[in-house]
């Protein structure tokens, strides 16, 4: 059984800096693409980054592009999500997730329905 879990989350000031980690278990994680998504209050979730299995190819929504890196340590089963120059539009419970199959790049950027297994969460709350 595939296992996700989110770490890193937390208030923070405009501007200030975070670091999201995702830990996984129960796959062969250097296999899958990873991705992470959140979700804002009343809101639908939405792709934020990703990751291809091999770590060659990162795609990223518009809003977040040059202040948001996504990377992977596949030695620690583990991708992390750092971002700098926070906004209070960027606050949002985010999750980690792991694509529905093996070995895949995506052509754009993925979506919800890219990805089969899920964290539980973490919030981030950016304080203007």
């Known amino acids: 059984q595939v296992q996700l879990v989110e770490s890193g989350g937390g208030l923070v000031q405009a501007g200030g800096s975070l670091r999201l980690s995702c830990a996984a278990s129960?796959?062969?994680?250097?296999?899958?693409?990873m991705g992470w998504f959140r979700q804002a209050p009343g809101k639908e979730r939405e792709f934020v980054a990703a990751?291809?299995?091999?770590?060659?190819?990162?795609y990223y929504t518009d809003s977040v592009k040059g202040r948001f890196t996504i990377s992977r340590v596949d030695a620690k089963n583990t991708v992390n999500l750092q971002m700098n120059s926070l906004k209070p539009e960027d606050t949002a419970v985010y999750y980690c997730?792991?694509?529905?199959?093996?070995?895949?790049?995506?052509?754009?950027?993925?979506?919800?329905?890219?990805?089969?297994?899920w964290g539980q969460g973490t919030q981030v709350t950016v304080s203007s």
């Open positions: 997730a792991a694509d529905l199959r093996r070995f895949r790049s995506y052509s754009g950027s993925p979506g919800l329905h890219d990805f089969g297994s």
């Open positions: 129960g796959l062969t994680f250097g296999t899958y693409a």
């Open positions: 990751i291809s299995w091999s770590g060659g190819k990162t």
